[in-house]
């Protein structure tokens, strides 16, 4: 995998590299980029968590991630997902040394990438994070308020969830106000310009069960998980409407969903 050192997010500066497509690293990437071993992996998670200013921590469920062409498609958080406490406890850790060793104050969020029982990270983000956005109506401090809370040293209970959450970033699509009759659920548009491949907002639902996160969204009986295949998207052509692309973003997140608990 070839990374530019900066200005590289969201798959833009990256390039995974075969002996097949080596000529797209032209001459003047060199001295730009560096190179890593590809990791074959299973899956991908974040944890978001904050130091205080007085050492103490706090941390928010482990959440599975789905990206794709590099970009953060869906962040999925229930605490009842198989080897949940495992990946829960290794990333606490791992995330708790660094920030400790560095005296850090405030979010920060951190990536992994799941080789079996093991968890290799693969990003840190000295902020608040695309994969946290469900908690402004998943639990019951947000990520936004958490980090004001840190660097306040404001006291502060153990973070709590209502119930299974799943984030759908919006990316590259107009704004439909019919997103805000979907139960259950809460758009936060951030009100830039749309263009291809830019994340626009988030779509945070919650429900009481896991495999009914969508159900109350779209009909999801045709639908069958497929990681193989990566659930690509199955949006409709030619022309699609605004609300059929937005049920296929959902209907996609619905087996991505139904994957991590079979």
């Given at each position: 995998v070839v990374k530019r050192r900066t200005g590289g997010y969201d798959g833009r500066g990256q390039w995974i590299v075969t002996k097949e497509n080596i000529e797209q690293i032209t001459p003047e990437l060199f001295g730009e980029v560096i190179v890593e071993k590809f990791i074959p992996f299973d899956g991908e998670i974040s944890i978001v968590g904050a130091r205080f200013r007085d050492g103490s921590t706090r941390f928010y469920p482990v959440t599975h991630n789905l990206q794709q062409n590099g970009i953060l498609r869906y962040s999925v958080s229930d605490v009842t997902l198989p080897k949940q406490a495992i990946f829960q406890q290794q990333a606490e850790q791992m995330l708790s040394s660094i920030m400790q060793e560095l005296e850090y104050v405030g979010v920060m969020a951190m990536e992994c990438f799941v080789v079996g029982d093991k968890l290799l990270i693969n990003e840190l983000a000295p902020r608040v994070h695309n994969s946290g956005h469900w908690t402004q109506l998943g639990c019951s401090i947000s990520q936004?308020?958490?980090?004001?809370?840190?660097?306040?040293?404001?006291?502060?209970?153990?973070?709590?969830?209502?119930?299974?959450?799943?984030?759908?970033?919006?990316?590259?699509?107009?704004?439909?106000?019919?997103?805000?009759?979907?139960?259950?659920?809460?758009?936060?548009?951030?009100?830039?310009?749309?263009?291809?491949?830019?994340?626009?907002?988030?779509?945070?639902?919650?429900?009481r069960k896991t495999k009914e996160i969508l159900l109350s969204i779209v009909p999801i009986a045709s639908v069958k998980p497929d990681l193989n295949r990566r659930l690509s998207l199955q949006v409709p052509h030619p022309q699609p409407s605004l609300l059929n692309l937005g049920k296929a973003l959902l209907k996609s997140v619905a087996a991505f969903t139904a994957s991590l608990t079979s």
């Open positions: 936004f308020e958490l980090h004001l809370r840190a660097l306040l040293n404001l006291p502060t209970p153990e973070l709590k969830t209502a119930a299974p959450s799943v984030m759908v970033n919006l990316i590259g699509i107009e704004h439909n106000n019919q997103w805000l009759d979907l139960p259950f659920s809460q758009l936060h548009w951030y009100g830039k310009e749309v263009r291809s491949g830019r994340k626009v907002g988030p779509l945070a639902s919650r429900l």
